[in-house]
Nanobody, 124 residues
């Protein structure tokens, strides 16, 4: 059984920064690619960022490129999302997810374990 626990969300002013963490209880964490997704009220869940098992490959949705950075520490079974220059439209519940396999994927359906999420609120 895989468990994912996110932390680091909160309330921040526009232009500020937050760092989200996702700790995974899974054997061979390095065998999985990881992703971050978000869901704002009234909206469908959307892809934010993903990272390959090695950390060498990453992918981002266009609206966060240059502002968000995904990284991972396989020794700590943890993936991070550094979010800079936050905007009110970034407000959402952010969830991490696990995808079996090495490659990066932006497809939600390929992720089979999900955390409960952490709220990020950006005030204007």
């Amino acid at each position: 059984q895989v468990q994912l626990v996110e932390s680091g969300g909160g309330l921040v002013q526009a232009g500020g920064s937050l760092r989200l963490s996702c700790a995974a209880s899974v054997r061979t964490f390095s065998a999985y690619s990881m992703g971050w997704f978000r869901q704002a009220p009234g909206n469908e869940r959307e892809f934010v960022a993903a990272i390959s098992w090695s950390g060498r490959s990453t992918a981002y949705r266009d609206s966060v490129k240059g502002r968000f950075t995904i990284s991972r520490d396989n020794a700590k079974n943890t993936v991070y999302l550094q979010m800079n220059r936050l905007k009110p439209e970034d407000t959402a519940v952010y969830s991490c997810a696990v995808r079996p396999g090495a490659a990066v994927s932006t497809e939600e359906r390929e992720y089979n374990y999900w955390g409960q999420g952490t709220q990020v609120t950006v005030s204007s």
